[in-house]
């Protein structure tokens, strides 16, 4: 069945962190995971400065000939006819003008999250994916661990009854004290802060347990409550909470994030009237899920408690970091013919970036003049 293999040949655009999670799990063999129906080639690199890309791709990849090009502009990227797709993993005030320069130039697009800095931008970026008949997703790569479909499973399956209050938090010391003010997390003219960076993973569970919900009929939120706490360093956020009424399933969700202190454990629960999900830090790819069972509807008295083990967020002892199964869903996209995903589609995302743009009101984060591409 070879010839049923579709291959899709990516470029990445910033030789940072996260594109080489990304790369590392892209240049697996998908069939360490058990995928047979798609690969990944990585086909070109761009960075700011040919020589990084260079040395980011041989510390990656493990080898000096890695036969991807290297490109010293994310310009000339875009213009290589090989490549079919582009990760883009740089911080996100350059998410809106790099997936511009993707989709004018006919490539699909899978871009790191935050997608954008704010709605207006991703409202922009996803008709101009419409009007080029391109796909583009933003990577919220913990939707597609098997560990997420378990959870959205125990959620909807009705086992444990009508969910009622999600709390969630995302938090690491990042020890901003001793941190360069240019770092991507504290810099305001790189979008700085915890809810831009963090605040993505607790979300993305409140999409997962209650905006998806199929009782929830894809209503947003109806309030929105957030407050902020700054850092004097550099005046972004150090850490910020939001809480969302969903009132089609009576149910809230209260969100966390933050740059000081780790998350505490467990980092997620979840709380139905027949029954907890609670889930161990860290929230972006979780490992450990206990489900406790509750004598009657609302009690409090626990009569069987199951503990489920995940390895990178996978329920097998799958190879990578748990970054390719996102690309596997770009793949199937592109292979299909869609110009988005079913699975986090693009009003998951405008949802996340309305939400955000609403604390970012509420808590009075202003970015400088510039970051914001779209106003
Ligand atoms: N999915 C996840 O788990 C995850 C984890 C961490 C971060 N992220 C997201 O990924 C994005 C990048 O984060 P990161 O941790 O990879 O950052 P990083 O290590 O600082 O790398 C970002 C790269 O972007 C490029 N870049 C382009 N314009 C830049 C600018 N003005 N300032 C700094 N770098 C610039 C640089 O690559 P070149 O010099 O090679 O061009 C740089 O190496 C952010 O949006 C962040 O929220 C996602």
Not at 38 to 62: C, M, N, P, Q, Y
Not at 268 to 273: P, S, T
Request: with cysteine; proline share 5%.
């Amino acid at each position: 069945m070879a010839d049923s293999v579709f291959t899709l040949r990516w470029a990445i655009l910033g030789a940072g962190y996260i594109s080489g999670k990304f790369v590392s799990d892209i240049i697996l063999d998908p069939k360490t995971r058990g995928v047979t129906d798609v690969v990944h080639k990585l086909v070109a690199v761009g960075s700011r400065d040919a020589a990084k890309g260079k040395e980011f791709l041989a510390k990656i990849t493990g080898k000096d000939d890695h036969p991807a090009k290297i490109y010293g502009s994310y310009e000339e990227v875009v213009k290589d006819p090989n490549v079919d797709a582009v990760y883009i993993g740089v911080p996100h005030p350059g998410h809106y003008d790099l997936t511009t320069l993707c989709l004018t130039n006919g490539k699909h697009v899978l871009c790191e999250k935050p997608f954008t800095v704010n709605a207006k931008e991703a409202e922009a970026l996803i008709q101009l994916a419409k009007e080029k008949n391109l796909f583009l997703m933003e990577a919220m790569w913990t939707r597609f661990l098997p560990v997420a479909d378990y959870i959205s499973d125990l959620v909807k399956g009705g086992t444990l009854g009508d969910i009622r209050v999600l709390h969630a938090d995302l938090s690491g010391d990042f020890d901003i004290q001793n941190l360069p003010l240019t770092h991507r997390i504290l810099d305001p003219k790189l979008g700085g802060g915890a809810l831009l960076d963090l605040g993505p993973y607790p979300l993305v569970w409140a999409i997962i347990a209650m905006y998806e919900h199929p009782a929830n009929n894809k209503q947003h939120p109806s309030a929105i409550s957030a407050a902020m706490l700054k850092t004097p360093l550099t005046g972004v956020d150090a850490h910020t909470s939001f809480t969302l009424n969903f009132d089609q399933l009576n149910a809230q969700a209260v969100l966390t994030c933050g740059i000081t202190i780790s998350s505490p454990n467990p980092a997620l629960v979840i709380r139905l009237r027949k029954g907890n999900i609670i889930v161990d830090a860290p929230i972006y790819r979780p490992n450990v899920v206990k489900v406790q069972y509750l004598a009657k509807e609302g009690s409090d008295e626990v009569v069987k408690e199951e503990t489920k083990t995940f390895k990178n967020g996978a329920d097998e002892q799958h190879g990578g970091s748990g970054w390719h199964w996102q690309a596997d869903e770009v793949a199937r996209c592109i292979r299909d013919g869609k110009i988005q995903s079913d699975k986090w589609g693009w009003d998951k995302t405008l949802l996340e970036m309305k939400i955000f743009d609403e604390v970012r009101k509420q808590g009075q984060l202003v970015f400088p003049e510039g970051v914001e591409k779209l106003v």
